[in-house]
């Protein structure tokens, strides 16, 4: 099928099409999300349908999505082409389930935040009663309650058996 002239654009048309920065557009391609055509004086050129791919490239990001993410989905299309509807409809369905677990993730985060981080500092009333003699240590870096550990999940890895090593 050939592209008609009126469906190749420019990267500043693209820009002023899709709000997304020149420089992103530059961005998206060197990471390989997006895939222009040169002309003969090597200017890029966009499909009138890398409109739809950049704007989902933008979509994904706003639900958290890392590049790596969205690279992944935008590998499954076949020739580089946008997602249909069919596909839109599996791809929707990873991002419904990738934000229930950013949602729960986040309730919690808000539920605990006046608790004890699990960080280690000891200096606060409530780190002292949860996370006694730093415990919280032993389940990896960073403030382990907010990002999802409990009080309980300490005494679990305590019991646990060490890995054989041989």
């Not at 003969?40 to 993410?69: E, H």
């Not at 076949?78 to 369905?93: C, K, L, M, V």
Request: charged share 25%; with cysteine; aromatic share 6%.
């Amino acid at each position: 099928m050939a592209v008609k002239k009126s469906d190749i654009l420019s990267i500043g048309v693209l820009s002023e099409r899709t709000g997304i920065a020149i420089s992103a557009i530059r961005y998206y391609e060197r990471e390989c999300l997006i895939h222009p055509a040169r002309n003969a004086g090597g200017q890029r050129r966009f499909l009138r349908s890398d409109i739809r791919r950049l704007s989902f490239i933008r979509l994904a990001q706003q639900f958290g999505l890392t590049l790596p993410q969205i690279r992944e989905e935008l590998a499954r299309l076949p020739n580089h082409r946008t997602p249909t509807a069919r596909d839109w409809q599996r791809i929707s369905g990873g991002f419904r389930d990738h934000l229930t677990k950013q949602i729960e993730s986040l309730t919690k985060m808000r539920d605990r935040l006046d608790g004890s981080i699990g960080c280690g500092c000891l200096s606060l009333d409530k780190c002292r009663l949860y996370n006694k003699q730093d415990g919280a240590a032993s389940l990896g870096a960073g403030p382990r309650f907010l990002l999802g550990n409990s009080p309980s999940d300490i005494n679990a890895a305590a019991n646990q058996e060490p890995e054989d090593a041989g």
